[in-house]
């Protein structure tokens, strides 16, 4: 299996080696087999892409948006869920009821990517599509009315890689296309933009962080309508593991990366 990405596309080998060593260990937090299956018919090597950090960090990301997706669909069991980014993620697995509609957005490049790794799903769709550009919501908003059920849009991994104007336009084209919406977006540090040499991991790769901010509210402020409700940083999960995490929960707490969760 070869596979052609772009260089913020590679970056999601970065979860990928992470989940995949996670799942290895005796008492995997995280269970990604799929993540397994790829490093394996790579023959990748994972150590440039898992360090301490970044490990503690992509575990605590995923178990925490599983469960505010989980949360999300035991309120909206027929709930449309749009993973835009996607990469070569594989959450679908890890919180389908039965009922949902799953959406996989990402670029061309990574899309085919992904299709060789992942068989056709049932209620799952694909779509190949840049998230500035709005082709990619007529599928979903099709399904959403379909269904008459909310929409949940997911953007893990994402934003760092979009400038605060691109961020903008992207929240202007989900607000145009849906008329309501519940956004869980990840959020990086501002001191992290154009400064992703010191990353642990991210440095590895080519890919340029862009932006960051120090609150969700700062996204909410780049559209109208767009309200913020709460976050959460990586640390609150991360410091239940680890004294190494502890420690950095408790030094750094500024540091880390967020979960920010916007209604429309």
């Not at 990928?16 to 290895?24: C, D, G, L, Q």
């Not at 799903?121 to 908003?141: D, F, P, Q």
């Amino acid at each position: 299996m070869t596979l052609q990405l772009g260089d913020v596309q590679t970056t999601a080998l970065i979860p990928v080696a992470i989940k995949a060593n996670e799942t290895r260990r005796k008492n995997a937090r995280v269970k990604d087999d799929v993540a397994v299956q790829i490093i394996e018919h790579l023959d990748m090597d994972t150590r440039p892409f898992d360090k301490f950090l970044s490990h503690e960090g992509v575990v605590a990301r995923t178990v925490m948006l599983d469960r505010m997706v989980n949360d999300f669909v035991a309120k909206n069991p027929n709930a449309v869920i749009a993973n835009l980014g996607s990469g070569f993620d594989n959450r679908f697995a890890r919180v389908d009821n039965g009922k949902i509609s799953w959406f996989d957005v990402d670029l061309p490049d990574s899309i085919a990517a992904r299709k060789k790794v992942f068989d056709e799903r049932e209620r799952v769709t694909m779509i190949a599509g840049n998230v500035l550009e709005e082709s990619w919501c007529s599928a979903v908003k099709a399904e959403s009315q379909r269904k008459n059920a909310p929409s949940l849009f997911l953007a893990e991994g994402l934003f760092m890689y979009l400038s605060l104007d691109e961020i903008s336009k992207f929240l202007s084209i989900l607000k145009a296309n849906f008329q309501h919406g519940t956004l869980i977006a990840e959020q990086n540090n501002p001191l992290f933009a154009n400064n992703q040499k010191h990353h642990d991991v991210v440095r590895a790769t080519n890919a340029v962080f862009k932006s960051g901010t120090w609150s969700g509210r700062e996204i909410a402020d780049l559209c109208d309508g767009i309200r913020f409700v709460e976050e959460h940083s990586f640390n609150e999960e991360m410091k239940k593991h680890s004294v190494r995490g502890w420690l950095f929960a408790k030094l750094l707490p500024k540091m880390n990366d967020r979960w920010a969760i916007f209604e429309w």
